[in-house]
Structures are given as structure tokens and as C-alpha cells.
């Protein structure tokens, strides 16, 4: 299982879980070598604040960050976490997450849409991000997965549901490339 405090270290920094507000998933000090990260958080959480924080120390990014610098940061922190290749041609969210559970069901969307998927992911029924238009069939899928409480197939589209963590419940409609 890949751990982003693993990985850090790796590159010689050491990292410090502590409680940090609730906005602040981690930030790191270079000259120290240090990267904090939010104790408060779930573990896959932690695990790409730590990696984004590496990113950003490796590609040496001096704060204020830019948006360019936050989305080079991501990126990095994603191959770092869960290289697409790993992924192969495997579609199925809730086997990604079985083989790469240190990774969260969104996280593992948004790799999927790196593959070149449509991806949209919905919260407590409403759209919370798209990378690509949707059609009224597709709405219906996702929408019958919240109705169901069950994952939906449809033509060359799949509604997983994710199962309610108390504060939301989550599909995550992903359309496959043919």
C-alpha cells in the first residue's frame, strides 16, 4: 500500500500529523524539511495533502502559490499516489477502490477521467463536477443509482453508488471510452 509519509520520506522530509483547522489539509516547510499534515482527516486525505506538499517542495514552488503551481502540484501528487498505468483498463470504481484503498472513490474518479472517461460525480443528488457534457440518460442512470442504493448500468455508462459516510451520499457516473 503506497503511504504519502512513506514517499516523503523517501525524499528526506519528515512529516507531522497534528490537528489543523478544518480548511488545512497540509502545508510544509522547506527549510525545516517538514510537511504537517491534518491529523483530523481521513487517511486517504492526508496521504495526497502530504504528496501535493511534496510536490510542490520538489518542484520548487515558493508561496504564494499560483493556480498553475496548485494544478502542477495535483498532478504530481496523483502519479506519485496511484500512477495511471496501475490502473490498466479496469473501470470499476468500487474494484479500484478494493485494490487502492488509500485513495478515495472521487480521487480514483478523476484518474479515471485522466484515462479519457466522462466522469461526473454527484452529492446528496446534485452535480458537484463534470469533466464533459451530460445528457438527459445519463442524469436518469445517476439519478436511479440514488433511487436504488445500488450501483446502475446502462449503454456504455455506470452509476456507482458510494455508500453515505453520514454527511452525503455519492454517484459517481463515469461513461466509458468505446
Not at 491529523?39 to 495526497?48: G, T
Not at 490498466?88 to 479519457?116: C, Q
Request: proline share 5%.
Amino acid at each position: 500500500m503506497i503511504h504519502g509519509t512513506q514517499i516523503a520520506i523517501e525524499y528526506g522530509y519528515q512529516v507531522k500529523a497534528k490537528p489543523l483547522p478544518a480548511s488545512v489539509v497540509a502545508f510544509s516547510n522547506a527549510g525545516k524539511g517538514k510537511i504537517f499534515v491534518n491529523s483530523k482527516l481521513p487517511e486517504y486525505r492526508q496521504n495526497f495533502g502530504i504528496l501535493h506538499e511534496l510536490a510542490h517542495l520538489q518542484m520548487k514552488h515558493k508561496p504564494p502559490y499560483t493556480e498553475e503551481m496548485e494544478i502542477e502540484a495535483d498532478q504530481l501528487a496523483a502519479e506519485l499516489l496511484l500512477p495511471i498505468s496501475n490502473i490498466g483498463n479496469i473501470t470499476d470504481l468500487h474494484f479500484l477502490k478494493s485494490k487502492f484503498p488509500y485513495v478515495s472513490y472521487e480521487f480514483l474518479a478523476r484518474r479515471l477521467a485522466d484515462l479519457g472517461h466522462m466522469v461526473a460525480v454527484y452529492d446528496n443528488g446534485q452535480l458537484k463536477t463534470k469533466n464533459g457534457p451530460l445528457n438527459g440518460y445519463q442524469g436518469r442512470i445517476a439519478r436511479q443509482a440514488f433511487v436504488d442504493k445500488a450501483d446502475v448500468q446502462g449503454n456504455e455508462v455506470t452509476a456507482f453508488y458510494v455508500p453515505s459516510n453520514g454527511t452525503w451520499e455519492r454517484v459517481i457516473l463515469v461513461c466509458f471510452l468505446a
